[in-house]
């Protein structure tokens, strides 16, 4: 079965440090990779996403991340975060194939204090 | 300008009470989901609707019904709701298949007495 693994379950930074959120899946064909941000008391809203070409994938704010197919990975980076980008943050993986299902982490927590 | 609405925000009901949570979209899409997120869990997919195609996820239990009576709305029913249901569930949309982006409501914290 596919799985999505986050293995930081909170970071706290300060404002202008350098962010990366691991996330890694275990799928062994070709997938759709997400980024999905969860601000206080919002809904979840995309980040970004990469499908195929380029591996490295801008999104809104500032974010970007990485696809390294040879490491299942899909690292989300940030190179000065703000004390607005505090919330949680989920990668997700779509297995392409048609099917509808969307597989989360179970999330990190980012806190950045001012 | 909301997009995907849940109602309500907040559902308190009692053990074995049916309950039934409520989504609605103004996106026009064609696929609407229903996760269920437990504290610090990943959110879990329980079933979906292609138009009015209906698609269940193997493990959801059979406490757990959808309807889309059309487009725009659809609803979770829980028949008889246990301790281990209490929970959030999230409403999503997508124009066609998953690779589309999903749009997410706000999602309704379930209470279970």
């Known amino acids: 079965a596919q799985s999505v693994s986050q293995h930081n379950h909170h970071v706290i930074l300060s404002e202008a440090a350098s962010l990366e959120l691991g996330c890694n899946y275990s799928?062994?064909?070709?997938?759709?990779l997400f980024w999905y941000v969860q601000y206080p008391g919002q809904h979840l809203q995309l980040l970004l996403k990469?499908?195929?070409?380029?591996?490295l994938v801008k999104g809104i704010k500032g974010f970007e991340a990485e696809f390294i197919k040879s490491k299942f990975s899909f690292n989300l980076r940030k190179p000065s975060v703000q004390w607005s980008d505090t919330a949680e943050y989920f990668c997700?993986?779509?297995?392409?194939?048609?099917?509808?299902?969307?597989?989360f982490g179970t999330g990190t927590r980012l806190t950045v204090i001012p | 300008d909301a997009m995907v609405i849940q109602n309500p925000r907040y559902q308190v009901t009692q053990f074995g009470k049916p309950v039934t949570l409520s989504c609605s979209q103004t996106?026009?899409?064609?696929?609407m989901y229903w996760y269920q997120q437990k504290s610090s869990q990943a959110p879990k997919l329980l079933f979906h609707?292609?138009?009015?195609?209906?698609?269940n996820e193997a493990d959801t239990p059979d406490n757990f019904q959808s309807r889309r009576p059309n487009t725009s709305f659809c609803f979770l029913d829980i028949r008889s709701p246990g301790l281990g249901d209490a929970a959030m569930y999230l409403c999503?949309?997508?124009?066609?298949?998953?690779?589309?982006?999903?749009?997410f409501g706000p999602g309704t914290r379930l209470t279970v007495l």
């Open positions: 799928y062994g064909g070709t997938v759709n």
């Open positions: 990469y499908f195929s070409g380029d591996p």
């Open positions: 609707y292609y138009d009015k195609d209906f698609n």
């Open positions: 999503a949309t997508s124009r066609n298949q998953a690779t589309d982006t999903q749009y």
């Open positions: 997700a993986v779509t297995i392409q194939t048609g099917a509808n299902n969307l597989f």
């Open positions: 996106l026009n899409h064609n696929v």
